[in-house]
């Protein structure tokens, strides 16, 4: 079964890390999520609160959780 996108529909990207501050993902992972191996886009959700956190120590002004909406 393939791995769901865990895009939520934010699609704004943070400056400095250059991570999308809805998904937590580079533009790369987003733009090849659909040809990404399922092991590969397991690693990419798991780095989500890692990445997170990071955003959230170098961008303090965004929200620290981001609102759910279903995936597309």
């Not at 393939?2 to 580079?26: E, H, N």
């Not at 890692?50 to 597309?72: C, G, H, I, Y």
Request: aromatic share 4%; proline share 7%; with cysteine.
């Amino acid at each position: 079964m393939a791995v769901k996108s865990p895009c939520i529909d934010v699609c704004a990207f943070d400056g400095k890390s250059i991570l999308c501050v809805g998904c937590f993902r580079t533009l790369d992972e987003i733009r090849g999520w659909k040809k990404m191996a399922d092991h590969r886009r397991h690693q990419v959700i798991n780095d989500r609160a890692r990445r997170q956190a990071r955003l959230q120590r170098e961008s303090p002004a965004l929200p620290s959780e981001q609102p759910r909406t279903p995936d597309t």
